[in-house]
């Protein structure tokens, strides 16, 4: 079955530590995404990636850090520097081809404390 | 740049009873549009997009939405919910240029009451 996975499911992190969330895809996307989404808020575009070995900051990268080593996977990584990182975090991906939806996997909910 | 607006917060509606959640977008260049659904904790479910063609998209679930151009508005709808339709809806917008530049709207609750 073809899909986006992130792991894991719910994370906790004391205050001050860096954390780093998962996101693998076998869609053979070659864009993926990462959102932030805070209790009734939409979604919030953090970094996105068109190709391998490139990336670009979204609207609210501050604090956060990703590397886009292969094409399936785009780790995120929450730094101690972003001040309010508890939010459910949701990766995504995109074919360049004919098919012009993203693809959402299942998020991954960091409780920072 | 693309932006979208969904007026309406949260929508209650009675089970069985019709809804239409809308959705408004601003755009310089021609669009492709998409609805997506958010159950609780979980990630995003593509309901129906509208590439070209037909303006009456039909998607999962026995939604539907109409692209209206004069009115940059494209509208989900559906004749009867139930109460597993209670879950958050997105609109969102991208240009027609390979789907670049994808905006989301704030969203929607909709509450479906027994």
């Known amino acids: 079955d073809g899909g986006i996975t992130q792991s894991p499911k719910y994370l906790f992190r004391k205050e001050g530590q860096n954390v780093t969330l998962s996101c693998e895809q076998n869609?053979?996307?070659?864009?993926m995404y990462w959102y932030r989404q805070d209790p009734g808020q939409g979604l919030r575009l953090i970094y996105y990636?068109?190709?391998?070995?490139?990336?670009q900051k979204g609207d609210i990268a501050e604090g956060y850090s990703v590397s886009r080593e292969k094409k399936e996977s785009f780790p995120l990584t929450v730094t101690s520097a972003q001040k309010n990182p508890t939010a459910f975090y949701l990766c995504?991906?995109?074919?360049?081809?004919?098919?012009?939806?993203?693809?959402f996997g299942p998020g991954t909910r960091l409780t920072v404390t | 740049a693309q932006s979208v607006t969904q007026l309406d917060s949260q929508v209650p509606v009675f089970e069985e009873a019709p809804v239409e959640l809308r959705c408004n977008y601003s755009?310089?260049?021609?669009?492709?549009l998409f609805w997506y659904v958010q159950y609780p904790n979980q990630g995003l479910q593509l309901l129906l997009k509208?590439?070209?063609?037909?303006?009456l998209v039909k998607g999962i679930n026995g939604f539907e939405a109409e692209f209206n151009k004069s009115q940059t508005s494209f509208h989900l709808r559906k004749p009867s919910v139930h109460i597993s339709d209670t879950a958050e809806y997105f609109c969102?917008?991208?240009?027609?240029?390979?789907?670049?530049?994808?905006?989301f709207g704030p969203g929607t609750r909709l509450s479906v009451l027994p």
């Open positions: 995504a991906s995109k074919s360049r081809g004919t098919s012009y939806e993203q693809y």
């Open positions: 869609l053979n996307h070659d864009a």
């Open positions: 990636s068109q190709i391998v070995n490139d990336f």
């Open positions: 755009s310089s260049v021609s669009v492709y």
């Open positions: 509208y590439l070209s063609g037909s303006t």
């Open positions: 969102a917008v991208s240009d027609a240029n390979y789907g670049q530049n994808f905006v």
